[in-house]
């Protein structure tokens, strides 16, 4: 551990106050210990705005008792957050993942607290966002404060992903693994029939846009016949290692 000063995730987190916005740094970098320590604030809290794209590990947004604390708009509506989003203390916003940048640059959507999970600093004081810099690169630069957990299993990742300590309000020491996502966990027939149906009309030598999910993962497992297949996507999940 770094010779800093971090703090319990308790106490970092009073750091949001009531009717303020908060953005949740997404996929495998959802700083679940945080998350789990400001809703255990709820009793205090009114009016937190949660905004976020996926989140993943074991969080649960959609409880009753913290109805009157947080309001959760989603930017990208995932497994934890769909009950949530669909119902009166959630919405969703349908944008472009290249566009959310602009809601918080342009204040369109000013973000008050960042809750983010990085890399440990280096000798210049520098943590690296990891494996999730797409929207919080923005989202860091813009907020009023941030609150990360440092955890010494986030990779150490290159790019436009770094941020000094000097920029975090409170900083939280938290060893755990990142949460993962197995689409092949649990596949219907019915799923098993469409990546098959699918994967007929794709012909060799195509370029694929994936998705992420269990269809597109049976997509990619009815793939493996073909060839020169090319790769231009986002997004895609563990099918695609087989393939290559």
Not at 93 to 117: H, N
Not at 129 to 151: E, F, H, K, P, W
Not at 199 to 211: F, K, N, R, V, Y
Request: net charge negative.
């Amino acid at each position: 551990m770094n010779n800093l000063n971090y703090i319990a995730a308790e106490e970092a987190v009073k750091l949001v106050q009531s009717g303020k916005r908060v953005f949740i740094h997404g996929c495998a970098a959802t700083p679940v210990c945080l998350i789990e320590a400001l809703q255990a604030r709820h009793r205090e809290l009114k009016n937190v705005e949660l905004v976020s794209i996926t989140t993943l590990g074991n969080v649960n947004f959609d409880r009753p008792e913290h109805r009157a604390s947080f309001f959760f708009n989603s930017l990208f509506v995932s497994e934890a957050t769909r009950a949530v989003a669909n119902c009166d203390d959630g919405d969703y916003v349908p944008i472009f993942l290249s566009q959310i940048p602009q809601l918080f640059r342009k204040q369109i959507l000013p973000i008050d607290v960042a809750l983010i999970q990085v890399s440990p600093p280096d000798v210049h004081g520098y943590c690296s966002l990891g494996t999730s810099v797409d929207i919080a690169r923005a989202a860091v630069d813009t907020a009023r404060v941030i609150i990360a957990q440092v955890n010494p299993l986030m990779p150490r990742t290159h790019g436009d992903g770094f941020l000094h300590v000097s920029r975090i309000s409170g900083m939280v020491w938290h060893e755990s693994a990142l949460p993962e996502v197995d689409y092949s966990s649990k596949v219907s027939d019915a799923v098993k029939k469409i990546g098959y149906n699918v994967a007929s009309l794709i012909e060799d030598g195509a370029t694929l846009q994936l998705g992420i999910g269990s269809i597109p993962d049976q997509v990619l497992h009815n793939l493996n016949s073909h060839k020169n297949l090319g790769l231009h996507t986002e997004m895609f999940s563990d099918g695609v290692i087989d393939l290559i």
